[in-house]
């Protein structure tokens, strides 16, 4: 009686665990189904990279809003004839194709290797490991066994990524739902280490009377001339000032030095409560370093379908 009430509640905690999909994901997935996929979409990375470095900010940017939309699953990366998928959401014009192309030609690369077999989504969070590690960042192992999405709509990304003029209260609460801590969250943002920013998106800062006390007086100025107020809306700009090109924790020296792009940024180093994390940061590439890779598996996590749930797209384009 014991026994069978028992084994009842195993099997009933089972059945619930696989019913939400708790299947976890774990590094080596594809050890015995397709062995080399990490190394196939390395070299697609590399190549990409060294055709242009556009690669990585577009990459590493695209697995942040595919995580945060649907969670990983490549909802991002559906087409859309109709101009109502995901990627249409406001935020589209700023992706870059550079991201879409890379996971499209890893996924070519890899289905070559072994059809059918490796998710758009894992693609995708392999290649967004690999821009940061190709790029001076930190190496980590990343995890795999995520399973492509079936829902991608541009009604559905509103409220749930990050604008640049957000509060510090506004950031934590947008990244605990995707259970990231202020740590994590600080340690994400040092993404904006490498890529650029459309004028719009900081205007605002620049041009306000009276000047905002968070951004240097020399740095205001040198945005003014690359942003005049007129400025073409496709005109963008680095936004790490000092290196663009390398993945290092330039963004958080930035930060003190008053020199970051956004609200968003520079309010992780005027509020007491995420300063510390930033100075600690700037002074200790090692915290930096062991905290981004730690956040970036973390991302990596969010709301991920595994097991039976979603699809391994043929086409990172295209729903099966
Ligand atoms: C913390 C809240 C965040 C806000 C408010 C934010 C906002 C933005 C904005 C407004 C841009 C400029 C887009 C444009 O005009 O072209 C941008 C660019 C970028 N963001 Fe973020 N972001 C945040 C967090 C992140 C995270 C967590 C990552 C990745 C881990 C990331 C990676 C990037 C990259 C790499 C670029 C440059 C894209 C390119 O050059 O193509 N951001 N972000
Ligand atoms: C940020 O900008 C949006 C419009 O883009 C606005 O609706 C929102 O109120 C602003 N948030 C803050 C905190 O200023
Ligand atoms: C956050 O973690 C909880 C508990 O593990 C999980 O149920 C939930 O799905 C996670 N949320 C996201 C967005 O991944
Ligand atoms: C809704 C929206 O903003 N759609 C735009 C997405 O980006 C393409 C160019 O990449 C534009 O043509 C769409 O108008």
Do not use: W
Not at 148 to 176: C, I, Y
Not at 201 to 226: E, G, H, K, M
Not at 250 to 266: C, H, I, P, Q, W
């Amino acid at each position: 009686m014991e026994v069978g009430r028992g084994l009842c509640v195993v099997v009933v905690l089972l059945v619930t665990a696989m019913g939400q999909g708790d299947a976890q994901l774990r590094q080596g997935f594809y050890g015995l189904t397709c062995p080399l996929v990490e190394g196939i979409v390395r070299q697609t990375v590399a190549t990409k990279i060294s055709q242009t470095f556009t690669t990585v900010p577009a990459t590493l940017r695209l697995f942040f809003h595919d995580c945060f939309v649907e969670g990983c699953d490549a909802s991002v990366l559906i087409a859309s004839p109709n101009g109502d998928a995901e990627k249409d959401a406001d935020d589209n014009l700023s992706l870059a194709g550079d991201g879409f192309d890379t996971v499209i030609k890893a996924k070519t690369a890899v289905e070559a290797a072994c059809p059918g077999v490796v998710s758009c989504a894992d693609i995708l969070a392999i290649a967004a490991r690999d821009v940061v590690v190709l790029s001076g960042g930190p190496v980590f192992p990343v995890e795999l066994g995520r399973r492509d999405g079936h829902v991608s709509q541009k009604l559905r990304v509103a409220g749930n990524l990050p604008l640049p003029n957000f509060t510090l209260d506004e950031l934590n609460s947008m990244f605990q739902r995707n259970n990231l801590s202020q740590t994590d969250m600080v340690a994400l943002s040092g993404a904006h280490t490498v890529g650029f920013s459309h004028c719009n998106r900081f205007s605002s800062r620049i041009y306000s009377n009276p000047p905002d006390p968070t951004v240097d007086p020399a740095y205001a100025q040198q945005l003014r001339s690359s942003c005049p107020s007129n400025v073409d809306p496709s005109v963008a700009v680095n936004m790490d000032p000092t290196t663009p090109n390398v993945f290092d924790n330039a963004y958080y020296s930035n930060l003190v030095a008053r020199k970051g792009m956004f609200t968003s940024d520079e309010v992780l180093f005027s509020s007491s409560q995420s300063r510390g994390t930033v100075v600690d940061f700037a002074n200790n590439p090692a915290d930096f370093a062991t905290a981004f890779a730690a956040a970036m598996v973390k991302l990596g996590r969010t709301g991920v379908k595994t097991g039976e749930q979603g699809e391994i797209r043929r086409d990172c384009a295209a729903f099966n």
